[in-house]
């Protein structure tokens, strides 16, 4: 294992400590691990919290800023936070109006997430849930019942945040988070495994001729294992199973084409491309679209795509003005 890393058992830590020097716009509770905005949202709006085990930078922390999260709780890697973690977040960030957490579907994720809900419930902060489960490629998986929660939690921050930032009412951010949630779709794949620091090894092994279709952001098995193709065939595996699985013409879409951390934009953007051939064809009409690392596999090689069919709200708050270290514009 060659890694950017010191002891291996303080990566988080490490980690935390030099986004913290790198992006004044944050700040970290290094006790408990929450990233909080380094200017705190105005009391009185609903709060936005999500988070989940390291590895997938930016997500979640990455995206804590104006018009996104306002906490991300950060796990040891590909590890749930803690109960604890999360009801830090959660306290810290309550301006009075409720807050809603972000949850990705994974056993680990849910049982926590609902835990610190509970304890907050009990000291006086309203809380909601939206769960996210987006992955077309299996209907269970070894960390969930029912499909992984995986690149649409981009989309559904940076959404909800918006609705959030206007002043809108717990109810009515959780209805807007709750309508991407039904409507978005994700299938990635993998050329290569990541390398967690702490195992030092490929969490799994691919032959140099082989990729994974269908993979988890944790290298969890996918739908098979086949013999490694030119993207336009790798684009057709991609957008076959979405649009096989959901209606994605007569509105308009969000596109996330998403490296999982070991591939090169080039690659990324010739994805994109074939991506775009293809969902033309079908009739699908692309209104935004979002092409670079956004949740990632640490460094493991490949993409995943997301598609999200939405309609002028989603669309207007889509565009609304974000500033986080992982998403900016309109600010």
């Not at 995206?63 to 977040?89: I, K, N, R």
């Not at 952001?217 to 057709?236: D, T």
């Amino acid at each position: 294992m060659k890694k950017l890393v010191g002891e291996v058992a303080r990566v988080v830590s490490d980690a935390l400590t030099g986004m913290e020097a790198a992006l004044p716009e944050i700040r970290v509770d290094h006790d408990s691990r929450v990233v909080l905005r380094a200017t705190a949202k105005d009391p009185g709006k609903v709060a936005v919290v999500s988070g989940g085990g390291s590895g997938h930078e930016p997500l979640h922390g990455g995206f804590v800023g104006y018009g996104m999260l306002d906490a991300a709780c950060a796990g040891e890697v590909f590890t749930s936070p803690t109960p604890d973690q999360v009801l830090a977040a959660t306290t810290a960030v309550d301006g009075g109006a409720g807050v809603l957490h972000v949850v990705k579907n994974y056993t680990g994720d849910v049982m926590n997430f609902e835990m610190a809900a509970e304890l907050a419930d009990a000291a006086g902060t309203e809380v909601a849930t939206v769960l996210v489960h987006d992955d077309v490629a299996v209907e269970d998986s070894t960390y969930t019942a029912g499909r992984r929660g995986v690149g649409l939690t981009v989309l559904l921050e940076k959404i909800a945040g918006a609705a959030a930032e206007e002043g809108r009412p717990l109810d009515d951010v959780v209805r807007v988070a709750e309508t991407v949630s039904a409507q978005g779709r994700s299938m990635g794949m993998a050329l290569t495994s990541g390398t967690v620091p702490a195992a030092g090894r490929p969490t799994f092994e691919l032959a140099d001729d082989e990729m994974e279709i269908g993979v988890g952001i944790h290298g969890e098995p996918g739908r098979r294992r086949v013999p490694l193709a030119p993207a336009a065939q790798i684009a057709e595996m991609l957008v076959e199973p979405i649009l096989a699985d959901a209606d994605f013409t007569g509105a308009p879409v969000v596109a996330m084409l998403n490296g999982m951390g070991g591939s090169p934009l080039l690659e990324l953007y010739l994805m994109y491309g074939e991506v775009a051939k293809l969902l033309d064809r079908a009739g699908v009409r692309v209104e935004r679209r979002l092409v670079g690392d956004y949740i990632t596999s640490l460094d493991m090689a490949g993409c995943s795509l997301t598609l999200l069919r939405a309609d002028d709200e989603l669309l207007r708050l889509w565009d609304a003005p974000v500033v986080t270290p992982g998403l900016r514009w309109g600010r």
